[in-house]
């Protein structure tokens, strides 16, 4: 199927999507995707969990999205990536990955509200403002096809379809693959997570490289830790002869005494 093909389908299942979303409305009344309390509409958050959501905004470190203090002019980079910079150019985060949105990202990724892709794509939209402006190819992280038969769906192919429907940009869940099943990172350290996630982790494989040569992409994925996964998956498209890489997650991890109050 070709890329045209794909996106068509897509917005085929989309606009099914918001009729059954409208369908659903009448059979099942919405429920806050935090906590589960009623509320007024469909992917909704009710007062108590939308309050301590952190929305991280500019100033924020131009590689990896790290809020900064200050107002200095122009793109900044945080001390990690002056260090070590990342293998991808661009980073943005919609939200701190923290005590209030950590329920609210597990409850997603482990499928029980998969319906908040739709509410979770916007505010990421809204983050990745720029990137998106300028981008070619929304590229989902893959779950590798065991892991993704279990669950039933991939998070970071849902934000990936959603945010695509929202800004007009093609997506496609068919550039990466992943060679190999990693064991799950959570629990893991920073050393550890890389060691779990090589570079022999993904691949693109042959018949779709033409896609992706010369054009901008941006990868998606629901959270940023340590970076390791999201590296690997920059620097396989990379090789593979992207023009340039860019990361939009949900949340990112952040260090409470950066982020500003
Ligand atoms: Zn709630
Ligand atoms: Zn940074």
Same mark, same amino acid.
């Given at each position: ?197 090589? !570079? &022999?982790?993904? %691949?693109?494989?042959?018949?779709? $490289? =033409? /896609?992706?040569?010369? #054009?901008?992409? +941006? *990868? @998606? ?6 970076? !390791? &996964?999201?590296? %690997?998956?920059?620097?396989?498209? $990379? =090789? /593979?002869?992207?023009? #340039?890489?860019? +990361? *939009? @997650? ?12």
């Amino acid at each position: 199927m070709s890329l045209a093909d794909r996106v068509r389908l897509d917005a085929t299942s989309a606009a099914l999507g918001r009729l059954a979303g409208r369908a659903l409305d009448f059979l099942l009344p919405p429920r806050c995707l935090g906590c589960g309390e009623r509320v007024d509409r469909q992917g909704g958050l009710c007062a108590a969990c939308w309050a301590p959501l952190r929305f991280l905004r500019p100033p924020w470190c131009e590689r990896c999205g790290w809020p900064l203090p200050g107002d200095a002019p122009g793109p900044q980079l945080c001390p990690a990536c002056q260090g070590r910079p990342p293998a991808w150019e661009r980073g943005r985060a919609a939200l701190a990955y923290d005590e209030a949105s950590r329920g609210l990202v597990l409850r997603f990724k482990h499928a029980e509200r998969p319906e908040a892709a739709a509410t979770f794509a916007r505010w990421m939209a809204a983050a990745g403002r720029d990137l998106l402006a300028g981008a070619d190819l929304l590229v989902p992280v893959p779950l590798h096809r065991w892991r993704l038969l279990r669950r039933g769906y991939n998070q970071a192919g849902l934000l990936a379809r959603e945010i695509a429907r929202l800004e007009g940009v093609p997506w496609s869940p068919s550039i990466l693959r992943r060679r190999r099943a990693t064991a799950s990172q959570q629990g893991l350290g920073a050393a550890a997570r890389r060691a779990n996630v090589t !570079a &022999t982790a993904f %691949a693109v494989p042959e018949r779709r $490289r =033409e /896609a992706i040569a010369g #054009r901008r992409i +941006v *990868l @998606v994925d629901d959270v940023l830790t340590t970076g !390791a &996964t999201l590296g %690997a998956c920059a620097r396989v498209l $990379r =090789e /593979a002869g992207c023009a #340039r890489v860019d +990361v *939009l @997650v949900l949340a990112r991890v952040v260090k409470p005494t950066v982020v500003p109050i």
